[in-house]
């Protein structure tokens, strides 16, 4: 089954940007669905953005909507999250996760997905 493993977070200032990464293997990531999700200390997993096998769709929570861009390059088994405009309230541990889908199948639900990654800390400054 697919292994993923998160890089790119760290700590920046309110308005800066930080672009995530998460590599896939063991697995072709283009069998999957995949998201980022992120948790704040003392809440929930939230979900942040999905993209498609073949990343025709794409979802984005409202809180991110206009500053986050979703990609993946399957041919590198990559997934990625460009976050501009970041926000102190944007600070939280993001992880990467993904589940065998069909095409175009997308979720935002955190037991949809069966394949996480350990996580990568992002701190923003005010």
């Known amino acids: 089954q697919v292994q993923l493993v998160e890089s790119g977070g760290g700590s920046v200032q309110a308005g800066d940007s930080l672009r995530l990464s998460c590599v896939a293997s063991?697995?072709?990531?283009?069998?999957?669905?995949v998201a980022w999700f992120r948790q704040a200390p003392g809440k929930d997993r939230e979900f942040v953005g999905s993209?498609?096998?073949?990343?025709?769709?794409?979802q984005y929570a409202d809180s991110v909507k206009g500053r986050f861009i979703i990609s993946r390059d399957n041919a590198q088994n990559t997934l990625s999250l460009q976050m501009n405009g970041l926000k102190p309230e944007d600070t939280a541990v993001y992880y990467c996760?993904?589940?065998?889908?069909?095409?175009?199948?997308?979720?935002?639900?955190?037991?949809?997905?069966?394949?996480w990654g350990q996580g990568t800390q992002v701190t923003v400054s005010s």
């Open positions: 993209i498609s096998r073949a990343g025709t769709v794409r």
């Open positions: 063991r697995s072709p990531l283009s069998a999957y669905a």
């Open positions: 996760a993904a589940f065998t889908a069909v095409t175009g199948e997308v979720s935002r639900t955190v037991d949809r997905y069966r394949h």
